[in-house]
Every structure is written in structure tokens, then in C-alpha cells.
């Protein structure tokens, strides 16, 4: 990514960094992989990896906020819950989840999700370094009900962020990466039952 971020920008684009050593982190030789059709069901989805994807029709919106905007909305959060650890990422991403909760009009037993990618490196021990070239990236997910998630405050679901960034410690990601070398998997973008494919993308500036 930060590569694509130097070429994106015009910037000079320096020489590959040294920190590809496969000893850094768990690595296995022996995983599989195919080509076969995905399966119908989702309870053997490390069976197969490769697939063409057919993409539905895009419908994008672009929001901005300014820097004033995201600091009152940090604010916030951090004011109904009496903390000072939520960030305005964690915060952002709160109110974004709960507008889209109210405005589908789930209904308020059904569960729903946020997932956040989240960068690995240094949350290990020992720490990989920011330039090491393997796929450190990780998915994190919070989960509460339709109800629960639009009836409490923006503090609430701001909190369970905060708590599922903190859980993902070396612990958890070791144990998640000796699961995944026992059964492999890819994520996927799928389309809802709606025929839509529902992403979320935020630029950090």
C-alpha cells in the first residue's frame, strides 16, 4: 500500500526494503491451492481460492469531513463514554455503521456487523518492522443488534470498536495464523441477498 501511495503521489520510489525474511512470522510451505468452482455452501471456504469475480453495478457516494468536523465527532463519544481512547477513526466509523443500520431499517434482533482492516506489525512481539513486505493486514469485526446498535449512544458503538482494535493482540494473531495455516482461506467480496455489494471506504488524509 505504501508503495501504490509513493507512485500515486509522484514521489521518488525507493528500493525494495530488506524486511522479507520469512522467519518473522509463522510460514508454511505446504498450503493448497486450486482452482476450483466455490462451493455453494460457505462451510468449506478454504477449498478453493481462485475464481472469476463478475462485479455488480457500482453506486458510489463520496462524503467529506472536515478536520473540525472529525475532532467534534471524537469528542463525542469520548464525552458519553468518559474515556479518552476512542479515535477519530473508531469514532467515524461508528456513526457511519449506525446511519447505515437505521436507514436499511433492520430489524432490531437481527445482528449486525463493522469490519476494519488492521495493520499486524506492531501489535506482534517481537514487533515486524513497517517495511516488512509480507501481508500483515488483518480483518476486525464488531458485532451488535440492529436494535442495540441505534438505541444506545454513538459512545456505545464507538466503544465496542475501540475494544475489538484492543483485543487484537499478539496472542490472538499468532493463534489466528496457526488456525489459518491449518485451514486456509481467502477473503472475498460477496454479494447481500439485495444484489448489492455493500463496502465502505475510507481515505485518511
Given at each position: 500500500m ?15 526494503p ?10 508454511s ?22 475464481f ?15 478536520a473540525?468536523?472529525?475532532a ?12 479518552k481512547e ?11 455503521w ?16 463493522c ?23 488483518t ?26 482494535v ?25 454479494q ?14
Amino acid at each position: 500500500m505504501l508503495s501504490f501511495h509513493y507512485i500515486q503521489k509522484g514521489l521518488l520510489f525507493h528500493k525494495p526494503p530488506k524486511a522479507f525474511n520469512k522467519s518473522m512470522c509463522l510460514y508454511s510451505s505446504n498450503l493448497p491451492l486450486t482452482s476450483t468452482k466455490p462451493s455453494t455452501t460457505m462451510a468449506t471456504p478454504y477449498l478453493y481460492y481462485l475464481f472469476r469475480f463478475e462485479a455488480p453495478e457500482l453506486r458510489k457516494r463520496i462524503f467529506h469531513f472536515s478536520a473540525k468536523s472529525i475532532a467534534d465527532l471524537k469528542a463525542k463519544p469520548n464525552a458519553e463514554w468518559d474515556a479518552k481512547e476512542i479515535s477519530s477513526f473508531q469514532s467515524l466509523s461508528a456513526l457511519v455503521w449506525r446511519a447505515i443500520t437505521r436507514a436499511r431499517r433492520i430489524p432490531r434482533d437481527q445482528s449486525t456487523s463493522c469490519m476494519m482492516a488492521a495493520n499486524k506489525r506492531a501489535r506482534l512481539k517481537p514487533a515486524l518492522p513497517e517495511d516488512y513486505f509480507g501481508n500483515m493486514i488483518t480483518i476486525l469485526k464488531a458485532d451488535a443488534k440492529a436494535g442495540e446498535l441505534v438505541e444506545r449512544g454513538l459512545g456505545w458503538s464507538a466503544w465496542k470498536l475501540h475494544e475489538t482494535v484492543m483485543n487484537n493482540t499478539n496472542e490472538k494473531i499468532r493463534e489466528s495464523l496457526e488456525e489459518w495455516t491449518q485451514r486456509p482461506y481467502t477473503y472475498q467480496f460477496v454479494q447481500r441477498r439485495d444484489g448489492e455489494l455493500g463496502q465502505i471506504q475510507y481515505v485518511w488524509a
